[in-house]
């Protein structure tokens, strides 16, 4: 079956600092993928996104690559805030109806 | 603004009672799903609709039932509390346009049984 696994957290990190959240998958086809943020006590919220090998998801100084040849779809930042610290999910998805698989969430704290 | 929305946002109930969970869509989207979230398991899909009278299970579906009545509610049921559903809740909403398409959540209903 599919599955995705994240690096463990938490994350934690200085304002400005670099950084990179790792993401892998298995699937038996060809997945879309996806970056979801949670806000302290909020629901999830899409961050980017990509639906083939190659494309660039990219939102709000995010960016991560689907990369068919390693399974993975890293999440990186090259300055983050203080208003980043959230926990952030890598899921995909096979199909066009949308059930999402989520890898287990990396929690990341970003200091003043 | 459409939007999807859940409640009760928080409740407290005890062992072997009857819970249900609302979740309520504006989009008209035909894609419904129940999620809970524990600490280290990220999302685990409990039940699933693709439209009016379907509902399918998913990854963790023993203890829960949903049903789809119309296009913008499903409500989740737990028939019988247990210590172990004691959880955050996220429904999603989603159309049927292709692949990649957007799940969008709701905020989350925090259940604790006792």
């Known amino acids: 079956g599919n599955s995705v696994t994240q690096m463990e957290g938490p994350v934690t990190l200085s304002e400005e600092a670099f950084l990179t959240i790792n993401c892998t998958y298995t699937?038996?086809?060809?997945?879309?993928l996806f970056w979801y943020v949670q806000y302290p006590g909020e629901g999830l919220q899409l961050l980017l996104k990509?639906?083939?090998?190659?494309d660039k998801g990219s939102n709000k100084g995010f960016e991560a690559t689907y990369r068919k040849e390693t399974t993975s779809f890293h999440l990186e930042k090259g300055s983050v805030q203080v208003s980043d610290s959230a926990v952030y999910f890598c899921?995909?998805?096979?199909?066009?109806?949308?059930?999402?698989?989520f890898g287990a969430g990396t929690q990341v704290v970003v200091t003043p | 603004d459409a939007e999807i929305t859940q409640s009760p946002r928080h409740k407290i109930t005890e062992t072997g009672r009857q819970v249900t969970l609302a979740c309520h869509q504006t989009?008209?989207?035909?894609?419904m799903f129940w999620y809970r979230q524990d600490l280290g398991h990220g999302l685990r899909l409990i039940h699933y609709?693709?439209?009016?009278?379907?509902?399918n299970k998913g990854e963790v579906s023993d203890g829960y039932s949903v049903s789809r009545s119309n296009t913008e509610d499903l409500p989740l049921t737990l028939e019988s509390a247990a210590s172990s559903q004691t959880s955050v809740y996220f429904c999603?909403?989603?159309?049927?346009?292709?692949?990649?398409?957007?799940?969008?959540f709701g905020e989350g209903s925090w259940l604790t049984v006792v």
């Open positions: 609709s693709y439209g009016v009278q379907d509902t």
């Open positions: 899921a995909l998805s096979e199909g066009s109806w949308g059930k999402l698989q």
């Open positions: 990509a639906t083939k090998a190659d």
């Open positions: 989009w008209n989207h035909n894609n």
């Open positions: 999603a909403s989603s159309r049927s346009t292709g692949n990649g398409n957007t799940i969008y």
């Open positions: 699937a038996t086809g060809y997945p879309s």
